[in-house]
């Protein structure tokens, strides 16, 4: 079968974590979360982030985490911001819509929002009540296009935000291949320092599933329970995600697994590029998006598996992921293949 | 520590299900469910209750699998019609009406509805529109009160739902500890037959987590797949409740953990039984209620978890619960203190 | 044709309201409320409430209002307290449901809630993130059995609440019915002190159509005129209410109209006492409901235009409204037509 | 007082419609629509458009209107496909989002869309089930640009919808000025022909308040009265809107309103056109978008009430409505000021 370069989330889930489970056995634990194995693992999250004060939340997935937190941060009339590219917007069947609000959305560049985009929304609304009142803003890291923002552009956005009376939410489905990256000079910290609530993803680094929703803003904390119980994200074995955070926040798991899978990446992308191809996006993280011409491309696609992010003209701007779990072997065959074309 | 008859998802995962992880290794799969496991899942349920064509969908939850399935059965102004115990009802924050409908509740007896119930509650609507319009009907499987209907009983409510243009849907978070009960004549097969929608409850029977929704009305089978990525239940990797429920309905492994369950909560309700208590509901599967002088439940509180569902004047009616994991020791212990009070 | 006592708005407008009409022409105004007449009308309330500060909203039916004042005060996993016969639990359709909240009802007594009622569903609730969190009482003045609270009840309700963190909110459809009933000792500044939000009625009290939301709590004042442009209720046109609102309160013409309503009913009473029958509920406002034999309801149907309200072995509870429209006459008619059978 | 320009809704009411409530009295009717003035209103409405079977609703403004329609059309996944000016998505507080609903949208061209845009939206969505899933076109006629769809256009947007399993909605706030524009060839019996459902606009063209929602496609006739009742947009005394829509269907009066409005703004553009401006958008209705310099829109707003719809550059685009009752001497006054400028 051919090497799939579609996804982050092909491979079942890290040996370790198995252990973890199999060293349980039957013993018995609390439902909902109330588990010592959820508590031990918000502990270590709470001190890699350094907010002793943050609220913890296992959830199973990323679209359920956005929906969840954003829901419970509005009133009705009150709406989201977000780039065009946004996975909330695109890719999430209206998620966000269902629960009763509006993303605003602005062009943003490479995935990425910069203050000008909000202040552009914010302008448009002006707090006409005929309107929406835009109340947060979404940002990923990293981005749907394997982009990270810097500490300083982070930091202008949540100055900008907090003096705005926004919330900044970030969605961190690929939290550790962002903080894992060579462009990106943030830290867990100043994440928790930025945002009033993120989430730091799981399934996407190495976990069977499951996510680590952050509050540090208090007046999100208030009933948060509630709302994960509402909208059926409060597992009775939410333990089951705790043990896994458990296991990835030991030993500096979560950001090995990361940086494993950004090192396959540049390893790609460094050869993609010796040949002599561009990239839509500058290769930051595990996912890099090269433009082949469009034979090009069909012929990879033979042996390789990934998706074609975009036709441009006669070429195709093809994404490609690797995780945790990639065989070093298989980027040598793709570069090799790749070479022969 | 004390052994927890609180629940039936206080232990982690059954070992064969970890062993099935384990022997996945790191062999990729597809996401969102479109994966070999989740297929063969599928087969293996669809052969089980003899429905060829059911769709069947894996979610994380049953609150989750609630919603979704109601919400993607409802023009806005229908409503469902359950019994006033209904977990629905009662235990899920208001999760059905989050998603905007109404819950017309009756009596029901012992957590079970009957077609005159169901009846009276059509009467009182009676197609006017200054009132919702009731068109689903929703019946746990066992109850929140540990009892099953017969065979005659839930027939004769679907036949009377479809006469009226109702959905049945069941919940079966614990339909194993339900099939598998001495009380209950009724098939899987059965099920498939009698109700539009259900589920099947993993979370409750061995697995780490997740529920298999069962779609039997085309109808209702229809874009079902936006509707559960919409509501953040589309897990990217599905393929983690793919494999479980393949093991689960591999060698007849999840009738046998319900049966083991069940059978530790006859063996516990004879014996108390045999020392003079009686039950506030049929003792039928693994959840089993008896009623014991509030002193005497006072002490065994001491030494063993339970919850007390109800105060009866000087009584506690006390929930307990067994599981595919309960000591068979922890079981002669419970009798034995009891017996000493 | 027969008269009807169905209901208190089966005549179309008062006079002095078309002659406000025409007395405008077609001089201009502002949209959406920030005319002139809403800004003499608003003034006029708050005079009449004694609460200069109070936010005043029209708009045009009263389910409206319930759904966008609840809506607009509550988180999404809060809920509704009311009584079983409320107007908003029974008779619009779930419109609360649509916005997502739970409605918890207790079975109250003649259409009234007391402070033990409130107490019972707070004691159910106790802060479980499993259950909806209470959080805004509803209670109609009159309501729907055509009772009256006294000031002492709706003073402990009031106190109850704000000790508890819930809002009072007070559907005063017919707040002109209450408010001079003979057995009503609230004045207008009470309901102002007590609720932190009601509306004042004008379809059912000589108005074209057309409701007047009152916000006394500061915290429910924020955004509100977007809560009311999101779910249609800021009408372009909100002056033509303000016309109505300012002649109602105007020379004391709602209280008027409410009055003259309330003495056509209480006659109707005492004519039917006298020709001894009883009454489901104290006769107190304009809406009655006497007991009639079903014999004698039957024959009075062929003559005169009613509801049958309920059922009770071989009577029939009768619900009889008179409006400030209904003339004398027929109500004599009425009671000869009773005398005779 | 200056003459305002900003709306066609600044006058209350036209005086035959306030004649048709004198003339009513105190008379009786039913209550919720079922009066003989909705049904006469309807029997003149359905004849106007040649669809004997269409079903008629009467509801307060159009922001409900289009969020009852809307909502009531869709299941949860499905999408609105709207221009991106359309009133609902920009000007209507996430009315249809509020519902649940995500509105796509395309760029069209002065605020019209083609059938290209919809299958762009189409396209891009594919039935992805990670995506919404595009279900209705929401179209205004006229637009919010003052302009008109001509036969040809709508048609091939009709055609293009039903072979697409598409809603074709259209938002008929200004339905009078479109049909009664010099530059559109459509007759009202086109309107009910191509579209499963629209409005007809009563505020904006004499009426005191409301619209007509005129359902054709059967499938969305079911149960509308129970959603028009959920959102509250069902009103105990609908006969007040019936009268006026049996009013302004009689002698013609609609559209000799929206002729005489239309007339108006024509004489205004010709004027304006002579003295050498050009036009946003072609000023084809009663809402015209004249481009001024900027110190030319300064000067004029000192004597005349007109909104700035855009800044281009050193020009402003002014955004001129007359109605039905615009005095010829405002607009003779507006155009010897600009002469002067």
New interface residues.
Partial sequence: ?K??F??D?????H?KI?ES??A?????????GLDEFSDDAALLIRAKINKPDADIHFI?????????VI??AL???E?VIAVKSGHIF??????I??????ICTCEGSGGKLCVSDIKSVLDEHAGD?????PRLVYVSLSTECGTVYTKDELSAISEFCHANDLYLYIDGARLGAALNSFACDLEYSDIADFADAFFIGG??NGA??GEAIVICNNTLKN?F?????????????T??IG?QFKTLFTDNLYDELALYANNCAQKLAEGIKKLGYSFLYPAQTNLIIPVFPAAVAEKLHVSHGFYDWQSIESNIAARLLTSW?T?GDKIDEFLADLAKL
């Fill in positions: 079968m090497h799939s579609k996804n989330y092909s491979e079942m889930v040996p198995l489970f199999a349980i056995g039957n013993s018995q634990f609390e439902g909902y199973s997935g990323g679209t359920h985490a956005n929906l969840v829901s419970s009133r009705p009339h709406a695109v890719h999430e069947t209206g998620a819509e269902a629960t009763g609000h509006k009540e005929h309107m929406v009142k399934t996407k069977l599933f009933d329970r509630f709302l994960l119980k509402q909208r059926g994200g409060l597992m009775a074995k333990a089951a043990v779990a065989p």
